[in-house]
């Protein structure tokens, strides 16, 4: 359901018309800008469907702070959500505007929404040309069947699969083909990983480290939540949560652990079909039933622990030590939740 | 130097005469299959240069079997080398075959090789089709700007970058497109890294465990060399190492530490020319000078580790305990290197 979508915006939500709202598309190898309205995407181009799961990369940001302070909102797991999306392809639209999909000096695809800060300083935000033009990534105006909702950036906004939120651009206003980046603040002076020995209060090496596109591996637990308590006599517990990754790397296994990492067993995966495992854009639910360890009754409690390997192999680490940043960004490490035996 | 790079076979090296070599394409989607002489791929195609590393599955398994016991050949960290590979693009032969490149029905492509064991079984294995049509895979017929070698696939081999060392077949023999893996032994019953809770002497699950592809990040010191003994009067030390990761995610940073990962430097990165960060098929190689934090004086020794991050902001992981699998496959922990002071 649409109201269940995690919400993320940077600034306020504008009220915008589809009946008066137009695209602009211009740029880099464009020798006559277009303009167009919400029904010429609607009628001149293919709809497409995608499945498709979009993270904020300060998801789970909060249990990167538990492991040393960072800056930022204080995301739980709960920053990441999954929808159906319709649109038009983002590679008909620039191939209509006159762009040449083999065009060498093109680098980035730019987008502008019509949210703005008290400045009129707009939102923007950048994706590689090459990701710009693979058939996945779209303009959408709907979202899961019905018009995309005035938080989910109604009339229209990018989907562009297996890359971070930041970059799937709301209130979409104008694409720009170019040879560099977007200049927004959100592309050059934030949603960049620091390297780890850039503290609070140092200046931050902006131009040295890329923008997050990708998102590395994640998975969370969802069921059972903190501060769960089961009685002694419950022989097994169910544990459920969602596991994704960028790029479409495909999940091929979650690991769930009941004893702090020594025994790990797979869960069973839910996976939306029709997709393959190298272009997997939606995240996989995972279920399973584990038996609680003996220990856990001494101990008056124990600890659930998930992780998840993506179609490159690559896998979560166990703790932050290998990825803390000061902003707080892409926190993947193994998810914990601890359970009280009563 | 050609000599230099790492040599891994599975069964014996054939003796093969380019003037007598044909590659045989066939398979779904192609009405007639075709023959092609060593000189039919030279001149009948674009000849294409890339650079690009190989890396074996089995690289550093000696380091996870420190961890606990793995089954497989002992590699050090030496089993990975760079080259630069001159052939013709694997999608303009398949295209010149006839196959269409949209064809929804071909899944993946299969090679295989002239070398065989004693059975007249001939190695074997096979890519996704998508990444068969991708412009960077070659059927390579020079390294380096001469023949291939005899140990490296004389006259003709696979090169696909990003991929793991296996799939690029050596001696290569026969194209065949299809929809399905190939069925040979190294694709099938080998190359998959398992679940952790497998164990010596269970049995392997090789059907519910995908083929390995595109390999993680990874990273390695190769100066100082282990057992380097420094003089206690020594204030700095060169470290220098490659870094690489599958899929042609570039390596966006590489940190080293000298205390034990708890406090990190960002290395010098070297990178060949002409690649994006998107594509980046070539190791970069690394170095940085550190200082000999005062402990290691007092300790008698120190150890330096090394981690990388690629273009995913996929990490690697501290120590094996997430990753362990039985056959040693894909370890990509933190390397480290135990220096002593005299």
């Given at each position: ?15 915008l018309d589809e009946r008066k709202h137009f695209l602009e598309v211009n ?77 060498k000096e093109i680098k980035h695809v730019q987008f502008e929404g019509a ?224 359970v009280t035996i009563f």
């Amino acid at each position: 359901p649409n109201d269940l979508f995690f919400v993320r915006n940077h600034m306020p939500v504008p009220n915008l018309d589809e009946r008066k709202h137009f695209l602009e598309v211009n740029g880099l190898g464009i020798k006559r800008g277009i303009n167009l309205s919400v029904n010429d995407l609607k009628n001149k181009f293919e709809p497409v469907k995608i499945t498709s799961t979009i993270q904020c990369a300060g998801n789970r940001r909060n249990d990167m702070n538990k492991f040393k302070k960072v800056q930022g909102l204080m995301w739980t797991g709960t920053a990441i959500s999954n929808a159906e999306w319709t649109g038009c392809r983002l590679r008909d639209v620039l191939i209509s505007a006159g762009i040449n999909p083999n065009d060498k000096e093109i680098k980035h695809v730019q987008f502008e929404g019509a949210d703005m800060d008290m400045t009129a300083n707009k939102y923007g935000a950048s994706i590689p040309f090459d990701k710009a033009m693979s058939p996945e990534v779209l303009i959408a105006y709907e979202m899961n069947g019905e018009p995309l909702p005035r938080d989910h950036g109604y009339p229209l906004r990018i989907i562009a699969p297996g890359i971070v939120g930041a970059r799937q651009v709301k209130w979409l206003t104008c694409i720009k083909t170019s040879e560099e980046e977007s200049t927004s603040h959100w592309q050059r002076k934030d949603y960049k990983a620091m390297p780890s020995n850039i503290n609070i209060g140092d200046p931050l090496p902006f131009d040295s480290v890329p923008s997050i596109q990708e998102y590395p591996v994640q998975s969370a637990i969802c069921v059972p939540t903190p501060n769960t308590k089961i009685s002694r006599d419950t022989e097994n517990i169910v544990v459920e949560g969602y596991a994704w990754s960028g790029g479409g790397r495909g999940i091929i296994r979650v690991e769930v652990s009941a004893d702090g990492g020594e025994n790990w067993k797979c869960a069973e995966l839910e996976q939306a079909k029709g997709q393959d495992s190298e272009h997997m854009w939606a995240w996989t639910l995972w279920r399973l039933e584990i038996e609680i360890p003996e220990k856990a009754k001494e101990n008056g409690h124990f600890e659930l622990i998930c992780k998840a390997t993506d179609r490159g192999y690559n896998t979560q680490p166990e703790d932050a030590c290998g990825i803390w940043n000061v902003r707080g960004l892409l926190h993947n490490a193994w998810h914990r939740v601890d359970v009280t035996i009563f």
